[in-house]
């Protein structure tokens, strides 16, 4: 899991599997634990397998 400032006020928060590729990416406009949460919720949800 990685987060990186793309612009102004834009943070790209991006999960890749190492395996597979399968991708998971979502833009906040702040960098908050919040967001971080509801990102890694996203990841635990749209991945198609289990998260070790």
Not at 21 to 40: D, G, I
Request: net charge positive; charged share 25%.
């Amino acid at each position: 899991m990685d987060v990186c400032k793309i612009a102004p006020g834009i943070y790209q928060y991006t999960a890749i599997d190492d395996c597979t590729r399968y991708k998971v990416l979502r833009l906040f406009r702040r960098r908050t634990a919040s967001n971080t949460m509801e990102f890694f919720g996203a990841v635990i949800e749209e991945m198609p397998f289990a998260i070790q």
